[in-house]
């Protein structure tokens, strides 16, 4: 993305347009909503889908959901007004635009659905749009690989989700979100409460990228930058956490979940901290302290307390507002300077300055400091961190030393670039055009702005949400700039003491870090192992079992039937088998062995006219059977074709060379004599008990005085079975048709 | 041909004074007829129709007999333990011409145990038996030409 | 009396066809074991067929009968022609009666003739 | 009655001696596409019929049952033929663009024809014979069809497919003649009833060997070799119509033997059944992550999906039956698409082979949408068809606690997602290898319209499907309903019962 | 004479059996191309003596149709086995011609 | 194949076989024979035919290509089947005219179960020569 | 009776299945065309066998006078014959083609369809 701002900042003309406006009307229609959730009422709509499995198109208006649809909307209007300029003139900027817009549409139906599957449509659609829009800069590599990666990863998670969601829908009886939520805590006394807990924990864990799933987070960064900025900080990650907190009144409250959560939360937020500081590249960086604002936030879902609910609610804003801010700072910086990486950059405050401001308004709110919106949210982080009964420490030291690091890299991020150092020579920034600007200072003043008047948030979206995520009883937690001298208060000020510690030194952490992270295995690089890994079985699994070679399959198929047949017979146990030789004539007999010396000498000649004619005695032994047992017809018919046989082969083989010498293959002929015994069997099994002969009663009664004809077998082949012989007269031209066109069609292959 | 339409036509007319529509009856019409064609022949004519129903008749008959007779021979020298035949490839001049003939000949010498047609030239002229006892080639050469080729000549091709 | 005429018919066709399977068998080279098989043979299937002339005595039986003896009459001698002159074109090693015990006849020939057998 | 059933049998056979005999001239191919169509309003017709009345059944050369060869129709072999029909239009379309004049003069139309006609047939026969008749009619016109053109990779994939179907076609037969001989009926309504009276050890026997012959045609585990070897190797429009419909009547015919005659002993035979599918889904599926070829993937895919269809039919629950119908339908129509996008692939980018084509995406982005829907489909992207299909069979697994079953499908469709973006990033995405920008305007307005339409309307069937499965998955119900239930079937057939 | 007819239609389906046995031997043995087509020809022959026995035991006409359809086609396959042979010498020659 | 004998004998055999396959395939309804066994019977009158003066005479000879022998017997098959649909009868059910029939007598029949079995003839009798005649040529 | 074919009926199988599975497709022909024979008369056997008397019915009778064999089976495997004979016709000219194109007729080494990875 080197090479400067755009020189035409128009953008794209109506494609451009068009979806800004469109988001934008989106936003004002979820505002218009907020008086009516602020005085606590839902809006449910719901039409049937498909009823038949009881899912409906149901969406649900509540504080949660209006809280996550205005910041989709809002924060993609001014992505796409950014995207307008960011990307003008790019020749795919109308797919870009499609894709931005098709995501934030799944993404407002993902957090509107009151249907668990229909919610499991948007999820998925998150995925799929994202996927786009990662791998937009297709031509590379890179992208095309964290792409596939972001997909896989969470495509897996999904279908874990998808899993638990079917499970979660038998335990309740309904697909319907709020119907589940009204069953109380039925859920959480369900059999199967542990598995779908898992389930959609491995969802949602895989899609907000929480540790270990993280890896493919920054990976997804290869995306452009506006993407990151909405994807990464304020939307598709969050799907995770906005599930959880859908799911929070009916399924929190156990062990399971408040430890499962706290935990996981807690390691993420800082682990995700400190691999945020040790990157020197600026989106990178951003992306990391995503994932521990995510830690945080599933953290903080954990527990029940109206602290760690009012923290949550306004956590969630608030990172949403410096994060895409902050992202689309370092958008500008990279097209203005060309680059992102901290150390060559400097001095830009004085040539970027409203850049600059944006940048410092949203990382004072990230950092934490007062009158931000940012600082409230830490405070009540603290405080919901003290609340949580049995290990308030843990819970805190993880919270203190998270945000002190997040100190460090809001400085690290949006201080250093603008206010220290001079522009290294080689670069010639100059300020963004409006459009790029405009957001991240709306969405950095907001925090200020909300920081100063708390109130505008607490009644409108902070007590709403609350409500959402405990039910009725939920009780907020007052939104103050001055909560009074207390514990918060002072893990606040620890805080900042340790972030700027961390900030001043932060090369040296940095190294230190890396030298840690060695040591840690990295998921990221694994990826690329269990992908070899998987093609390589994959491979190796198909070669096994395809390995190009006839008479392997042919060996399969045989051996298959053999062993279906005499496997069932040990299950089943032996049919009833009667052996009645009194009727057996020698006739029958020397034909029967006649038919059987053609077959063997077919099966061990060497000469291929001794086989032909092995075969023709074969045909005359069959023939002979059909004669004794009165099958003039069928014996005619068999003479005929075996003569034709005999004859097309004569044809045939005088182009093909010698049978070469058979060897003998112990296992082909165990097979062999094994399907033979299998069919043997069965068939003395069949004939051991009485025929129903119905149907030739009917036949032998009607072919005269119906059909008019005194040769029943014939009378059976073109009139009872009259379709039957159709069917075969087609086989028969088609056999011609194919095989003529088959000796038609001569190639270069061919020999001469 | 025509006498032996007049013949056929007349096995029909007696067919249809007996009444009896049958084999048997077509047969006796046919035998019947031909007694009176025979006895009438004066009247129509110079014709070869009779001396070729004799000729086949021979044929039919000779036929037969060689076959039986050269059957014992062959089927004695299978039985007894040693062979006796002296088998040979002998060529045979054609006369007969017709395609009818030629196959008749061959056909018939093939028939009879003791030779077996080969092949005829492509010029038609020359025919290749093999013998089984061909002790004497000149002499079977002339038995053949004498007995099968004479008797196909006269029924087929008339003289 | 239809009857005796007819047996007799049969049991002496059945000697034919063993005398031609065994002639079959037994002759030394191919073109005399064709003599046995073409005529031999034809003459026992036509004994037997005359003998079911005889039992059925219908004229459509007859005519049957003859149309199968006229058939295999026509058919058995180009069958047997064809494949004498392909003995012939090919060079199928032929016995010349010089004596060789039967046993040995096999090797003998092959040493006598190398032209390749199919 | 009987004509409504025996038209969808009876058009693709006069098609297909009409375009036999035109088929010197162009003419051949249009008719080719008009006997589609007309097949395609009988379907209809017939389906309405169904929908309407119930199973319907019709006595041919009106001898009664079970004499006579008695045709069917309930809900699934109506959309069965359906959906044939659809396939049938879409191809015989496509095969405007894609079939040479060589192959339309050495009788590819009549060949196809015959080929939907036996499909047809299987679908809608009442009688095992019959149905083996069919089998054969499609089979043969198959063979002629993979070797048309006779390339030598042709040649060789045809000698692997007709050796190991020849053997499942002559298991099949050995089979009937079993059935019959214990039986002694081909009526598969009367079979129903009359397998009662047989030995049950003999009939699970005969049953496991029925299995193994229809398993082989629709290509399960460890039998599917033969698609593999072959599916890749013939025209493209070929490719589809097999890869569409011929695995399915395979399928087809397990789900209609295994749930009318052969359910007595399902503890035994299903369970089997399950064991087969999952293996089938998870050989598949590597298969297809193994390959490097876009038709080669599809291939494998065919086998892992039959997979899933297996499992619908090994549960024997009213919900994995309706998953299972649901799934037939679904796959027909996307994997079919599919393989006629490759065709357009080929005839742009010059291949099909992974590495050596690219930049789809760029330059033909219309054929990047069509590619979307049904790949995502496969994948099982909701909202697409092939979402509800696999969500159907896995809540079916797990209804009956089937944990490692419906893990299996689950991971499976990760894989299929897998194959599926390979294809995209390697033909779509990633540029061509040869730097040229594959574009849709090089092909010729009839060649562009012949390709594209159908694709389209199999892609916008997918999505309708997808966005409004209501109408399918109660079809499916109502179908599945009379699968387990065969009373309708065999009153249809028989007569009320006593 | 009930008895003779059924003994001498006995004796003469053994008599055919035994031959065809016969000739399955020198079909065994060969060695020349020629010796398996002439057993097999005579099989052909035995078989159309075999319907005629069959249709006197049986009193059946029927089986005389399939002495019938042999008798008339049954040499084509020896025709066309002896062309083989011939055509395949000539190849073979043509081909050492060649090299 | 340059064998007097054998043309020669083919002159009189292939119009024997043709000769002998229509009537046992007229007579098959009520006595062993039918379309099949007609069709192959003169398929081989045709393969003889092929063998002995080669399949540029015997093509000569058919005048018409085999496959469209085979593709119009199976349209008269199938036109069979659908000429039920006249007389409102399912698919195949067989329409029987007796003439000069009485009381007593049924009278000569005729019926589309034998235009049927022509059909199967020319189908079984067309699709073997195609097949044959190419495999001939390409060989 | 039955039973005596039933074992005729195993013993050309396996003969057949061993040639079909012996890498040689002029072998795989001569299986091919054994095991269609043994299908065929599988369900022949499974029709049980009656001793000469052909469902035929004599002139002057509606039915048959006699027991006859059953004709069902016959019917069936008449078709089944003929099927057999198309698909057999075609196999051989796959056959043929196999030999002229890919000049061989070891399937095994026939490897374009499904080509052998090549070593890394
Ligand atoms: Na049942
Ligand atoms: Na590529």
Redesign the pocket.
């Known amino acids: 993305m080197a090479g400067g701002f755009p020189t035409d900042t128009r953008g794209n003309g109506l494609t451009g347009i068009v979806p800004v406006v469109f988001a934008a009307a989106l936003f004002v229609y979820f505002a218009s909503m907020v008086p009516t959730i602020a005085a606590t009422e839902v809006i449910r709509v719901s039409i049937p889908w498909i009823p038949s499995l009881g899912i409906e198109l149901a969406f649900l208006v509540d504080g949660l959901s209006l809280t996550f649809s205005l910041l989709i909307s809002g924060i993609g209007t001014l992505v796409l007004l950014y995207s307008n300029t960011y990307l003008a003139g790019h020749p795919q900027y109308a797919r870009f635009a499609l894709f931005l817009t098709a995501f934030m549409v799944s993404m407002l139906g993902l957090v509107l659905a009151d249907d668990l599957i229909l919610l499991f449509v948007f999820w998925e659609l998150t995925t799929l749009t994202s996927y786009m829009l990662i791998g937009f800069s297709h031509e590379t590599e890179k992208s095309r690989r964290n792409a596939l990666q972001a997909l896989f990863v969470t495509g897996a998670g999904g279908l874990a989700f998808l899993a638990g969601l079917i499970l979660l829908a038998a335990a309740s009886g309904t697909t319907s979100i709020s119907g589940i939520i009204a069953q109380g805590s039925a859920l959480k006394e369900h059999a199967m409460y542990l598995p779908i807990l898992i389930l959609l924990l491995a969802g949602t864990f895989t899609k907000s990228a929480q540790v270990p799933f993280h890896f493919w987070l920054p990976n997804a960064m290869a995306a452009p930058t506006p993407v990151s900025a909405f994807l990464h900080s304020a939307t598709m990650v969050k799907a995770g956490v906005y599930v959880m907190a859908r799911m929070h009144p009916a399924m929190s409250g156990t062990d399971v979940w408040l430890w499962t959560l706290t935990i996981l939360g807690a390691v993420t937020a800082v682990f995700a901290s400190l691999l945020a500081l040790r990157q020197t590249n600026l989106k990178q960086a951003l992306a990391y302290t995503t994932l521990m604002a995510l830690g945080t936030l599933t953290l903080f879902l954990g527990q029940e307390s109206g602290y760690a609910m009012t923290a949550f609610a306004t956590f969630l804003i608030v990172h949403s507002l410096y994060k895409a801010s902050l992202f689309l700072v370092v958008g500008c910086i990279d097209l203005s300077t060309g680059t992102r990486e901290t150390d060559q950059l400097g001095g830009l405050g004085r040539i970027m300055p409203i850049t600059a401001v944006a940048a410092a308004l949203a990382a004072l709110s990230m950092a934490g400091f007062p009158p931000f919106l940012g600082f409230i949210g830490k405070e009540l982080k603290y405080a919901g961190a003290i609340a949580v009964a049995s290990e308030p420490l843990l819970v805190a030291g993880a919270a203190l030393l998270s945000n002190a690091l997040m100190l460090a890299v809001a400085g690290v991020v949006a201080f250093r670039p603008f206010w220290q150092g001079s522009v290294p020579s080689g670069q010639s920034p100059r300020e963004a055009p409006w459009q790029m600007w405009a957001g991240p200072i709306i969405l950095a003043s907001l925090g200020a702005v909300f920081g100063v008047y708390p109130d505008l948030l607490q009644v409108a979206l902070i007590n709403p949400t609350v409500i959402s995520l405990t039910g009725e009883i939920g009780e907020a937690k007052e939104l103050k700039l001055w909560a009074g001298i207390n514990v918060p208060l002072f893990l606040s000020i620890a805080t900042f003491i340790l972030g700027l510690l961390f900030y001043k030194f932060h090369v040296q952490l940095r190294a230190k870090l890396e030298q840690g992270f060695q040591a840690i295995p990295n998921l990221d690089k694994g990826w690329d192992s269990f992908l070899d890994g998987l093609k390589r079985f994959a491979k190796w699994q198909t070669q096994l079992v395809q390995n190009g070679k006839l008479s392997s399959y042919l060996f399969g198929t045989f051996l298959t039937i053999a062993a279906g047949i005499l496997l069932t017979l040990v299950y089943t146990g032996m049919p009833m088998i009667a052996v009645d030789l009194s009727d057996v004539e020698w006739k029958h007999t020397s034909i029967a062995l006649l038919t059987i010396a053609g077959a063997l000498l077919a099966l061990v000649t060497n000469s291929r006219i001794a086989g032909i004619a092995a075969l023709g005695v074969v045909g005359i032994g069959i023939a002979l059977i059909f004669i004794v047992f009165s099958a003039p017809d069928v014996a005619i018919t068999q003479l005929l074709v075996e003569t034709l046989i005999v004859v097309l082969v004569a044809v045939v083989m005088l182009r093909l060379p010698s049978l070469p010498k058979a060897e003998f293959r112990p296992g082909r002929a165990v097979l062999s004599i094994a399907v033979g015994v299998a069919v043997s069997l069965t068939l003395i099994a069949v004939v051991s008990s009485p025929l129903d002969l119905r149907l030739t009663d009917y036949f032998e009664a009607t072919s005269w005085p119906e059909a008019y004809g005194r040769n029943i077998v014939n009378v059976i082949l073109v009139d009872f079975r009259a379709l039957d012989t159709f069917g075969e007269i087609a086989v028969v031209v088609i056999a011609a048709l194919s095989a003529y066109a088959l000796l038609r069609t001569t190639r270069k292959g061919d020999q001469k | 041909m025509n006498t032996f339409g007049l013949n056929i036509i007349l096995a029909i007319a007696w067919v249809a004074f007996t009444g009896s529509v049958s084999l048997v009856g077509l047969i006796t019409g046919f035998v019947i007829g031909y007694g009176a064609l025979w006895l009438i022949q004066p009247l129509i004519g110079t014709s070869t129709y009779f001396r070729r129903v004799t000729a086949w008749i021979k044929l039919v008959i000779m036929f037969h007999y060689e076959l039986i007779v050269s059957s014992i021979e062959v089927a004695f020298d299978i039985l007894t333990p040693k062979h006796r035949s002296r088998p040979a490839i002998i060529e045979v001049p054609l006369d007969v011409k017709t395609d009818t003939g030629i196959l008749l000949v061959t056909n018939l010498i093939s028939l009879t145990p003791g030779t077996l047609s080969l092949d005829v030239s492509e010029d038609r002229k020359t025919l290749l038996v093999h013998a089984m006892f061909a002790d004497d080639p000149d002499a079977l050469r002339k038995s053949l030409k004498d007995g099968m080729e004479r008797w196909v000549i006269d029924a087929v091709e008339g003289a | 009396m239809s009857e005796i005429i007819a047996g007799s018919l049969i049991i002496l066709g059945g000697f034919f066809a063993v005398i031609g399977g065994l002639g079959i068998i037994r002759l030394p080279d191919v073109l005399l074991r064709m003599h046995a098989s073409t005529k031999i043979g034809t003459l026992a299937c036509g004994l037997i067929l005359l003998s079911c002339a005889v039992i059925f005595g219908t004229s459509d039986i007859i005519i049957r009968v003859i149309a199968i003896v006229l058939f295999i009459l026509l058919t058995a001698p180009i069958g047997a022609h064809m494949m004498g002159r392909s003995v012939v074109s090919t060079g199928v090693p032929l016995w010349k009666n010089e004596g060789i015990e039967e046993g040995k006849l096999d090797t003998a020939l092959d040493e006598e003739h190398s032209t390749p057998k199919s | 009655m009987s004509w409504l059933l025996a038209l969808p049998v009876v058009i693709p056979f006069l098609t297909a001696v009409l375009a036999f005999l035109t088929r010197q001239s162009p003419l051949g191919r249009w008719i080719s596409v008009a006997g589609s169509s007309v097949l395609l309003i009988a379907s209809i017709a017939l389906m309405n019929t169904v929908l309407r009345e119930g199973v319907i059944a019709g006595q041919m050369g009106n001898w009664p049952a079970p004499f006579g060869i008695t045709l069917v129709a309930d809900l699934l072999s109506a959309v069965m033929v359906l959906i044939t029909a659809i396939v049938a239009v879409a191809v015989s379309i496509y095969a405007i663009a894609d079939v040479d004049e060589g192959m339309e003069r050495l009788g590819y139309h009549a060949l196809f024809n015959m080929l939907i006609a036996g499909v047809v047939g299987a679908f809608i026969t009442g009688d095992l014979f019959n149905l083996y008749v069919w089998f054969e009619v499609m089979l043969i016109a198959s063979f002629g069809l993979l070797v048309l053109g006779g390339r030598p990779e042709q040649i060789d994939g045809g000698v692997k497919y007709v050796a190991l179907n020849l053997v499942s076609t002559i298991m099949f037969l050995t089979g009937i003649g079993l059935l019959y001989g214990m039986t002694g009926t081909l009526n598969m309504a009367d079979l129903?009833?009359a397998?009662?009276g047989a030995d049950q050890r003999l009939l699970t026997i005969v049953a496991v060997l029925f299995m193994i012959a229809f398993g082989v045609k629709a290509a399960v585990f460890p039998l599917f070799f033969w698609l593999p070897a072959s599916y890749h190797t013939p025209a493209f429009s070929v490719s589809a119509v097999f890869a569409g419909l011929l695995t399915k009547v395979g399928v087809y015919a397990l789900l209609r033997m295994f749930t009318?005659?052969f359910?007595?002993d399902t503890a035994f035979t299903h369970t089997i059944l399950l064991w087969v599918a999952g293996l089938t889904m998870v050989v598949g599926v590597l298969g297809a992550a193994a390959q490097s070829n876009m038709r080669k993937i599809l291939s494998f895919h065919i086998v892992s999906q039959i997979g899933y269809m297996i499992l619908g039919l090994a549960l024997l629950t009213p919900l994995a039956i309706v998953g299972a119908v649901f799934y037939l339908v679904h796959h027909i129509v996307v994997k079919a698409n599919l393989f006629l996008i490759a065709g357009v692939a080929q005839r742009i980018a010059g291949g099909t082979e992974l590495s050596r084509i690219g930049g789809l995406y760029k330059s033909a982005p219309l054929l990047a949408v069509l590619f979307v829907v049904p790949a995502f489909s496969l994948a099982g992207f909701p909202p697409l068809s092939g979402f509800w299909a696999k969500f159907l069979l896995v809540k079916a697994a797990l209804d009956v606690q089937g944990w490692i079953i419906a893990g299996i499908a689950l991971a499976v469709g990760l894989l299929t997602i897998y194959s599926m973006t390979k294809i995209w990033a390697q033909a779509f995405w990633e540029p061509h290898p040869d730097g040229i920008e594959p574009k849709l305007s090089s092909l010729s307005y009839r060649d562009r319209a012949a390709m594209l339409i159908p694709i389209a309307g199999l892609a916008v069937l997918t999505v309708m499907i997808g966005v409004m499965p209501e109408p399918f998955v109660q079809f499916a119900e109502a179908s599945a309903a009379q699968l387990l239930d065969p009373t309708a079937y065999i009153t249809a057939v028989l007569g009320e019962q006593p | 004479m009930d008895g003779f007819l059924e003994i001498s239609l006995e004796i003469g389906f053994m008599c055919v059996v035994f031959s065809v046995a016969l000739a399955f031997v020198r079909l065994i043995k060969g060695p020349s191309l020629q010796d398996r087509v002439v057993a097999l020809d005579f099989m052909t022959v035995a078989i159309v003596a075999f319907c005629g026995l069959a249709a006197i035991r049986y009193g059946t006409p029927a089986f005389l149709d399939v002495a019938l359809v042999l008798a008339l086609v049954g040499f084509l396959a020896t025709v066309a086995l002896a062309r083989f042979a011939e055509r395949n010498t000539e190849r073979s020659r043509e081909r050492s011609h060649h090299e | 194949m340059n064998s007097v004998i054998l043309r020669v004998g083919t002159r009189y055999l292939a119009g024997l076989l043709l000769v002998f396959s229509f009537y046992m395939m007229l007579r098959g309804h009520n006595e062993p024979g039918g379309g099949f066994i007609g069709g192959l019977t003169g398929a081989t009158g045709f393969v003889l035919y092929a063998i002995a003066c080669g399949t540029q005479d015997a093509r000569a000879a058919l005048r018409v290509m085999p496959q469209t022998i085979a593709i119009w017997g199976l349209g008269i098959a199938l036109a069979v089947g659908l000429f039920a649909a006249i007389f409102g009868d399912a698919l195949f059910t067989g329409q029987w005219l007796f003439i000069g029939a009485t009381e007593t007598e049924k009278g000569l029949p005729l019926s589309s179960v034998l235009v049927f079995d022509i059909g199967v003839y020319l189908v079984v009798f067309g699709s073997i020569l195609t097949l044959v005649f190419a495999m001939e040529e390409e060989i | 009776m039955e039973f005596l074919f039933a074992i005729t009926i195993g013993v050309l199988v396996a003969a057949a299945v061993y040639l079909m599975l012996s890498n040689h497709l002029l072998r795989f022909i001569f299986g091919l065309v054994l095991i269609s024979n043994a299908a065929n008369l599988t369900i022949f056997v499974s029709g049980r066998l009656t001793d000469g008397a052909p469902p035929l019915i004599p002139e002057g009778a509606d039915a048959p006078l006699v027991d006859v064999a059953n004709a069902l089976p016959q019917a069936l495997v008449l078709t089944a014959i003929v099927i057999g004979f198309g698909l057999f016709a075609f196999a051989i000219v796959l056959v043929f083609r196999a030999w002229t194109t890919l000049n061989s007729l070891t399937p095994d080494d026939m490897r374009l369809a499904e080509p052998e990875e090549a070593p890394k």
């Open positions: 129903a009833s397998v009662d009318l005659v359910d007595h």
